[in-house]
C-alpha cells in the first residue's frame, strides 16, 4: 500500500495551464480507470475534481481534465487562475481492494 | 442538501480509545459505500477504511489493520470508525466520505480532530 507519486510542487502564471501527475503500479493506476483528484485548500476538506480517471462532476469548470497512460495519471488545469492554487491529490482503486492517495502536489499560481 | 458532519474527536493518551461518529443527511445513507480518509498535520490525505453499503464488505489500511473498526447504522444514518490501541501516528484530522461509485471521494465531511498524546 505505498502512496501514489506526485511532484511535490508545481506553479504556472495566470492562464497557463499546468499537469500534476500521478504514478503507480499496475496493482493500482495501471490495473484500473478508478483514478480520482481532489482539491484541498488551507483548513478545508477536499473537494472531487475528477473520477474514474477523466469524468468531471456535474458543475465543474471544463478547465480541469484528467487522463492516464499506464501507471502514471495526470490532471491538467487550463487558463490558471488565481484560486486555483492549493493541494491537489490523486487516488487508486488498488488489487487489494482498498484505496491509495498520491503525496499531493502545491499548486502555486505566480 | 447533502451533508456529512464528524464528531468524536479529542486528545487521547496513547493505548486509549475513541470513538467517531459521522452524521448523513440529505441522501440516501442506505445506498452508498463510505469511508474514512485521515490527515496528519501538514501531511497528506491517507484513506483507512471503507464499508459497502449493507455493511457486508469492509477493507482497512495495513497501519490500522486489528485496531480500527468500521460500522455503520443504516436506521441512524450514521457511519462509525471505532480506533483502539491509538498511538502518537494516529494522531490526524478525520474525514468521512461518500462514495457514489465506491472508488471515489464526494463530499467529505469537515473532519474532526483526533490527537494521541502523553
Known amino acids: 500500500q505505498s502512496a501514489l507519486t506526485q511532484p511535490a510542487s508545481v506553479s504556472g502564471s495566470p492562464g497557463q495551464s499546468i499537469t500534476i501527475s500521478c504514478t503507480g503500479t499496475?496493482?493500482?493506476?495501471?490495473?484500473?480507470?478508478?483514478v480520482s483528484w481532489y482539491q484541498q485548500h488551507p483548513g478545508k476538506a477536499p473537494k472531487l475534481m475528477i473520477y474514474?480517471?477523466?469524468n468531471r462532476p456535474s458543475g465543474l469548470s471544463n478547465r480541469f481534465s484528467g487522463s492516464k497512460s499506464g501507471n502514471t495519471a495526470s490532471l491538467t488545469i487550463s487558463g490558471l487562475q488565481a484560486e486555483d492554487e492549493a493541494d491537489y491529490y490523486c487516488s487508486s482503486y488498488t488489487s487489494s481492494t482498498t484505496l491509495v492517495f498520491g503525496g499531493g502536489t502545491k499548486l502555486t499560481v505566480l | 442538501e447533502v451533508q456529512l458532519v464528524e464528531s468524536g474527536g479529542g486528545l487521547v493518551q496513547p493505548g486509549g480509545s475513541l470513538r467517531l461518529s459521522c452524521a448523513a443527511s440529505?441522501?440516501?445513507?442506505?445506498?452508498?459505500?463510505m469511508h474514512w480518509v485521515r490527515q496528519a498535520p501538514g501531511k497528506g490525505l491517507v484513506w483507512v477504511s471503507r464499508i459497502k453499503n449493507d455493511g457486508s464488505s469492509i477493507s482497512y489500511v495495513d497501519s490500522v489493520k486489528g485496531r480500527f473498526t468500521i460500522s455503520r447504522d443504516n436506521a441512524k444514518n450514521t457511519l462509525y470508525l471505532q480506533m483502539n490501541s491509538l498511538r502518537v501516528e494516529d494522531t490526524a484530522v478525520y474525514y468521512c466520505a461518500r462514495a457514489p461509485g465506491g472508488r471515489w471521494f464526494d463530499p467529505w465531511g469537515q473532519g474532526t480532530l483526533v490527537t494521541v498524546s502523553s
Open positions: 474514474d480517471v477523466s
Open positions: 440529505g441522501f440516501t445513507f442506505s445506498s452508498y459505500w
Open positions: 499496475s496493482s493500482d493506476v495501471g490495473g484500473y480507470n478508478y
